[in-house]
């Protein structure tokens, strides 16, 4: 019943500037983190029908994050390192090797900074960091420039050590960084080093925020100008420790303002400005849009808004401050996405409905920044609708603004497509549209895996309002209204077979663009008839067809007492070979052409057709192939015929003896078959009433000593049973 | 001689007729009240009521364990005692643990003892920064498990109390869902329930329905509460709050926005007396409210609170001689503005 205070989303405040600092000097070793194995998050193109990067935004600027993800407050490690090193390779003329810097500035350790900072004058550098040395023998003028960057970097290790909140460092460990980095920073400004004079008041300025010193903070921002170059990077960094300051005397005004400005100007600190970036009453906000002072500030301020909480309010309200704004594109486009991929939204369609209103408006203000986008938009929206005309007609003005954009004519086409759908007709002119829309989609087209699906599931059901069942079927297998009992129907199979060979217009081939394929019906048809005793016709129809080279993945003749599915998997041939579906129904046949005559050889071949169809099922080694198929089944009935059949000609006692046992076997498949799927546990089999008891007359067989010693089932029943 | 034998005998006739009585009767109840914010600092205003209304204990939320980075369980939001607190002598505290479900949901094997640990830990500092290094009477856990989870979370209450000393005894919230369906929920092995009498309604836009308390979803499952076979204590709801509604539909909850506020606000225009229009996009403590959303207040009138206590005296079970504990939920000066020291006065003494 915990109700969280909403305080606690400010605790990770200040924690950003500190993890990016410490990698920015010392830290971190530019991995990105470590994915969590098993499940990837699905992308945007996974979720929805329009493709974000159509806007011509920069991704990395989040057209598909949740600022409050993992993904977008997370670092950017690498890209931080790029930052810095291209700060120092500044600082060197590009005269120091990166790698050679870089070894000293993040990991060589405080012995090594000094013995190399030594070296500089003697000539005996530490081994990790000669060819740093070498670099500098070989040109002077960078001599200087080293010894103080090593200065910078001891002093800044120092510091960083320092740099953060805990009571554990004492006020007086900070405090004795303050003079030298001032000193420090004065020397940088008076001999004209805007380099050193910007890092080391970065430094003063962090160690005094965590002093928690925050009017010092501002006046520092205010008032020291090297903090604004020549490293842009550093600059927002010294931005972001001012809103810090700013939230932390109960400036949350001016505070939201900075990180809005922040957000817009630095890629780096985006995703950590987003992230603190929390307005909390109406008077705050007011307060920051007024400090704002201009519209376009309000924007930004209004994008913040829209990236964390709102897209539609935010785009409403940069409507009307700014109509031309550029920063409407990519909230519109999020939120278009956003409402297809969000499962949480009370009300799409009403989200749908508002961002229609919306871009319309835009893209009728002259000015308007990339009008042919809000059509684009705005003919999707019509699309999802149904409405075809609409769709059509904003559409086409999309795409004569930008003939040439190959990514607009992919979404428009897509968009057209889905318009088509929603809208439902069958009749042969809306459908071949459809379908040449569908199949000449570029393949490259990132959505189109979601588009196929909604189009393929919108035109399932219509066909099939209109009686069209085998259609609806290919369009969208499993979801659409064939019952799966049709799938044991074989005139089903069979009608589905013969759709197959109608490729004649646009709309057949489409709707044979399905994971039901001639192939995997002949299976089905060929399964089918496998576990209904019709060898001669499976042999028959999967002769010459694909389906009947596909092999086993176990040799199906392969008998034991207690199945192991592990045990048999790719045995084969006696010949090393697999055995292929075809030739399985090949040797069925031979074998029921000898079990249908008499004595103990027809008793073997009984046997064996029971124990390949007993395999072939969901409880046998070779049920690989029909384990994905509508067939699978755990029914054994058709290998308990054999069995009976075998049971019934055989003489020999031992032979009889294992008739009788793999007939209670497959008894036991039988009876399992018929509970609702929903009941069946895994090892919780029923008992063969009928058969076990014919077993335990065989109690005097070496067979059934056998089944004793390796079946627990049966031994557990057969202990049971009273003795004579 | 004879009139004064028939004297005494009347006289213990009567007396054994009033104990007979007294014994039907059942003692009144413990008063309490839970504190559920960050910082433990008592108002003026709190501090009387404590007095005025005879309280006995405060549930003190200590802490919460959540799911943290790695999906380990994480402290998180320990309560922060202010200096100097001046906590009435007979107040008893009992620190609440709030533990999320999903913690135990997919807990390493065997996590339970360590997790423990963690928790009495903590709970220890707690002590200290009480000022008084006190030395708690009980402790209660705060989880909505499920069939799902109760084995663990059992197994985390055992583990805990293995740590806690002999005397120190041990509650558990108990949610009505739990009440209803033990034999799948399992009853946990503490020594005393806290039935928390509350969300039993439902979160939605209809002005009629109602999510602190609905007494016609309560009826749904009173029907076992006396069978229960855990000592039952009672938590009733005293707080309100806000619901943010969008086209219809629930979009978010405004915990700490007291309805009494909303027509103070100018960016809101009244529908009815509990339902407010957004007039313009803004924030209220931090939640971002759109233009054209609608405010649903959601309060308990002091009828409604009666009722609820009614409801638990005619269904909770009647133990012979043990005294039960009745908190109200929760101690906020905004709570007892709303019903006035009497009506919660009342309610205290309906529930038994």
Redesign the interface.
């Given at each position: 019943m915990a109700f969280l205070p909403w305080s606690r989303r400010f605790k990770r405040f200040a924690s950003g500037p500190v993890l990016l600092l410490a990698a920015l000097v010392v830290g971190g070793d530019g991995q990105p983190q470590a994915q969590a194995c098993g499940y990837t998050e699905p992308s945007m193109s996974e979720l929805s029908t329009f493709d974000p990067a159509v806007a011509g935004e920069p991704v990395d600027l989040g057209l598909q994050y949740d600022v409050n993800t993992t993904g977008v407050g997370d670092r950017c490690a690498e890209c931080e390192r790029r930052s810095m090193r291209e700060d120092w390779r500044g600082y060197f003329d590009g005269l120091l090797n990166d790698a050679d810097w870089e070894e000293a500035l993040l990991r060589a350790n405080a012995a090594d900074l000094s013995a190399l900072e030594a070296s500089v004058a003697s000539g005996q550098a530490p081994v990790r960091l000669r060819p740093l040395f070498v670099t500098v023998q070989r040109q002077p003028t960078l001599k200087l420039r080293l010894l103080r960057a090593l200065s910078y970097v001891k002093i800044a290790r120092e510091a960083e050590a320092v740099a953060n909140l805990s009571n554990a460092t004492s006020p007086a460990e900070r405090q004795r960084l303050q003079v030298p980095l001032q000193k420090a920073a004065a020397a940088a400004v008076a001999r004209r080093d805007p380099f050193l004079a910007q890092r080391y008041s970065f430094l003063r300025l962090r160690v005094t925020f965590y002093q928690r010193r925050w009017q010092e903070v501002e006046q520092m921002v205010a008032s020291l100008p090297e903090l604004n170059r020549p490293s842009l990077d550093l600059a927002w960094r010294s931005r972001h420790y001012l809103a810090g300051a700013l939230r932390r005397t109960g400036k949350l005004a001016a505070a939201n303002l900075e990180l809005a400005r922040i957000h817009a100007g630095s890629k780096l600190l985006a995703g950590i400005a987003a992230a603190d970036f929390q307005p909390q009453e109406d008077a705050d906000w007011r307060a920051t849009l007024q400090q704002a002072g201009d519209p376009q500030t309000r924007a930004l301020l209004w994008r913040m808004v829209g990236l964390k909480f709102d897209g539609l309010a935010a785009a409403q309200e940069i409507f009307k401050l700014e109509p031309t704004s550029k920063l409407l594109a990519l909230l519109i486009v999020r939120e278009l996405t956003r409402s297809e991929a969000s499962d949480n939204l009370p009300d799409p369609t009403k989200l749908d409905a508002a961002l229609e209103k919306l871009v319309l408006a835009i893209a009728a203000t002259p000015g308007a920044d990339r009008p042919w986008l809000m059509d684009l938009v705005g003919g999707h929206l019509a699309a999802k609708r149904g409405d075809v005309t609409a769709a059509r007609d904003r559409l086409q003005r999309a795409l004569s603004a930008r003939p040439d954009d190959q990514r607009l004519r992919n979404q428009a086409r897509a968009s057209l497509s889905m318009a088509l759908a929603h809208r439902g007709k069958t009749d042969p002119a809306s459908l071949k549209e459809l379908a040449e829309l569908m199949l000449a989609q570029d393949p490259q087209f990132p959505n189109l895996g979601v588009v196929n699906r909604q189009v393929r599931g919108l035109l399932a059901s219509a066909v099939a309002r209109k009686g069209g069942k085998i259609d609806a079927e290919f369009l969208a297998p499993g979801t659409s209204s064939v019952p799966e009992s049709s799938w044991q129907d074989p005139m089903f199979l069979q009608r589905m077979l013969a759709r197959t060979k109608q490729q004649r217009t646009a709309f057949d081939r489409f709707v044979l663009a399905s994971n039901h394929t001639r192939e995997s019906l002949e299976l089905e048809l060929g399964l089918h008839r496998l576990f209904h005793n019709q060898l001669a016709s499976a042999q028959q129809q999967l002769a010459g067809q694909t389906a009947g080279t596909l092999e086993l993945n176990a040799d199906p003749f392969v008998t034991r007492i207690k199945d192991c599915f592990d045990c048999d998997f790719g045995s084969r041939r006696s010949d090393g070979k697999a055995w292929t579906l075809h030739e399985l129904t090949v040797s069925l046949n031979s074998l029921q052409t000898r079990a249908n005559r008499d004595g103990d050889a027809a008793a073997r071949a009984s046997l064996a057709l029971g124990t390949a169809l007993y395999n072939l099922t969901l409880l046998g080694s070779a049920r690989s192939i029909a384990k994905y198929t509508h067939q699978a089944t755990y029914d054994t009935s058709a290998a308990l015929y054999w069995y009976r059949r075998a049971y019934a000609l055989a003489r020999d006692r031992e032979l009889k003896a294992q008739a009788a046992y793999l007939a209670a076997k497959a008894e036991r498949g039988t009876l399992f078959a018929k509970r609702p799927p929903s009941t069946r546990p895994n090892e919780d089999l029923p008992l063969p009433s009928t058969w076990f008891p014919l077993v335990k007359t065989f109690a005097d067989t070496a067979y059934h000593r056998q089944v004793l010693a390796e079946c627990g089932t049966y031994r557990t029943w057969f202990a049971r049973q009273p003795s004579r | 001689m004879g009139w004064q034998r028939t004297m005494v005998l009347g006289l213990a006739a009567l007396a054994l007729l009033l104990t007979a009585c007294r014994r039907g009767e059942r003692p009144a109840s413990s008063h309490a009240f839970y504190y559920?914010?960050?910082t433990f600092d008592l108002t003026t205003a709190e501090q009387r009521a404590l007095s005025e209304l005879s309280v006995d204990k405060l549930y003190l939320?200590a802490f919460?364990v959540v799911l943290g980075r790695d999906d380990a369980p994480e402290l998180?939001?320990v309560v922060q005692v202010r200096e100097n607190l001046a906590l009435p002598e007979n107040v008893e505290v009992v620190p609440v643990v709030?533990l999320k479900n999903q913690i135990f949901v997919n807990a390493e094997p065997e996590g339970e003892s360590a997790l423990a640990l963690q928790v009495w830990k903590e709970l220890s500092n707690l002590g200290k920064a009480l000022g008084k290094a006190r030395d708690f009477q009980e402790l209660q856990l705060?989880c909505?498990w499920t069939d799902l989870t109760r084995e663990r979370y059992f197994a985390f209450v055992r583990a805990l109390r293995a740590l806690s000393p002999p005397g120190l005894r041990m509650s558990a919230?108990i949610r009505l869902h739990q009440i209803k369906f033990r034999e799948r929920t399992g009853v946990p092995p503490v020594d005393r329930g806290m039935l928390?009498f509350y969300?039993m309604g439902s979160f939605s836009g209809e002005s009629k329905d109602r999510s602190i308390f609905d007494a016609e979803a309560a009826q749904r499952y009173l029907a076992r509460l006396d069978t229960y076979p855990l000592a039952l204590d009672a938590a009733l709801p005293i707080w309100s709050w806000t619901l943010q509604l969008?086209?219809?539909?629930?979009?978010g909850l405004l915990?700490?926005t007291d309805p009494a506020e909303l027509p103070r606000?100018?960016?809101v225009a009244p529908q009815t007396e509990q339902r407010f229009e957004v007039t313009r996009?803004?924030?209220?403590?931090?939640t971002?409210l759109?233009?054209g959303d609608v405010l649903k207040a959601e309060t308990l009138s002091a009828a409604d609170l009666r009722q609820a206590a009614s409801l638990l005296t005619q269904n909770l079970a009647r133990p012979a001689s043990v005294r039960r504990t009745v908190a109200l939920?929760d101690l906020a000066e905004r709570n007892l503005s709303r019903y006035g020291l009497p009506a919660l006065e009342q309610t205290f003494q309906t529930v038994r």
């Open positions: - | 559920w914010r960050t939320r919460d998180v939001g709030f705060d909505d919230t928390m969300n969008r086209d219809g539909q629930v979009v915990q700490s606000l100018d960016f996009t803004t924030f209220l403590h931090g971002l759109r233009a939920f």
